[in-house]
T-cell receptor, first 113, second 115 residues
Framework: GENVEQHPSTLSVQEGDSAVIKCTYS??????FPWYKQELGKRPQLIID?????GEKKDQRIAVTLNKTAKHFSLHITETQPEDSAVYFC????????????FGPGTSLSVIP | DTGVSQDPRHKITKRGQNVTFRCDPI?????LYWYRQTLGQGPEFLTY????????KSRLLSDRFSAERPKGSFSTLEIQRTEQGDSAMYLC?????????????FGEGSRLTVL
C-alpha cells in the first residue's frame, strides 16, 4: 500500500523567510497530493492540492511542486507570518478509483516573530 | 453548522469497556473516512465508506474495531474491549464523490482516553 514520508519533522524560521517541506510517496499510481494545515487543537484543513497532470501550483504565498518520476512533492511557503505556525501534513491518493487518502507524519512549523 | 460533526467530543473509559463514536458527514458527501491521530503523528487511515459500502479497512486495524454506515448517512465506529493503546483522537472526514473534488472535510474529532 501507499506510504508517505515527510521531512523535516520540525522547522523553525524567522518571520519573512521561506519554509520548504518535502514529501515522498511509494505508489506510482497515486495522482492526487493535498496538503493540510492543523493548528493546535483544531481539525486539519486543506490549504492546497496538486494533481499529477501538473508540475506546480501556486496560491498567493503557498506553492506546491510535484516530481512524478522521483515520486516526491514539496510545499513552499514564502514571506512566512506567525499565523503560519502549525503542523502541516502532506498526503497522497488515487483519484481515478475510489481510494483512501494516506497522510505523512507531519511537519511542525514555527515562525518566529 | 453544515460541517462534519462528531459525538462525543471526549470519552474517558476504563480498559475493557466498549465505546462508540458517531460521525455525521456533510449531507451531500457520499464518501466517509475514519482516521486515528495520536500526539505528534499524522492521521492514520482506519476505514472508509462509499455510501453504505465499506470499501476498505486498514490491515493494521484490530478485529475489536468495527464501523458501520447503515443508510449511507451517519457512521459509527465501535471499539470493543478497549486497551490503553486505543487512546487517541478519532477523526471523521467526508468528501464529495465526484472527480476533482478531493478535499477532505474533517470533524472536530472524538478524543478517547482509556484508563
Amino acid at each position: 500500500g501507499e506510504n508517505v514520508e515527510q521531512h523535516p519533522s520540525t522547522l523553525s524560521v524567522q518571520e519573512g523567510d521561506s519554509a520548504v517541506i518535502k514529501c515522498t510517496y511509494s505508489d506510482s499510481a497515486s495522482n492526487y497530493f493535498p496538503w493540510y494545515k492543523q493548528e493546535l487543537g483544531k481539525r486539519p484543513q486543506l490549504i492546497i492540492d496538486i494533481r499529477s497532470n501538473v508540475g506546480e501550483k501556486k496560491d498567493q504565498r503557498i506553492a506546491v511542486t510535484l516530481n512524478k518520476t522521483a515520486k516526491h512533492f514539496s510545499l513552499h511557503i514564502t514571506e512566512t507570518q506567525p499565523e503560519d505556525s502549525a503542523v502541516y501534513f502532506c498526503a497522497a491518493s488515487k483519484e481515478t478509483s475510489y481510494d483512501k487518502v494516506i497522510f505523512g507524519p507531519g511537519t511542525s512549523l514555527s515562525v518566529i516573530p | 453548522d453544515t460541517g462534519v460533526s462528531q459525538d462525543p467530543r471526549h470519552k474517558i473509559t476504563k480498559r475493557g469497556q466498549n465505546v462508540t463514536f458517531r460521525c455525521d458527514p456533510i449531507s451531500e458527501h457520499n464518501r466517509l473516512y475514519w482516521y486515528r491521530q495520536t500526539l505528534g503523528q499524522g492521521p492514520e487511515f482506519l476505514t472508509y465508506f462509499q455510501n453504505e459500502a465499506q470499501l476498505e479497512k486498514s490491515r493494521l486495524l484490530s478485529d475489536r474495531f468495527s464501523a458501520e454506515r447503515p443508510k449511507g448517512s451517519f457512521s459509527t465506529l465501535e471499539i470493543q474491549r478497549t486497551e490503553q493503546g486505543d487512546s487517541a483522537m478519532y477523526l471523521c472526514a467526508s468528501r464529495a464523490g465526484t472527480r476533482n473534488t478531493g478535499e477532505l472535510f474533517f470533524g472536530e474529532g472524538s478524543r478517547l482516553t482509556v484508563l
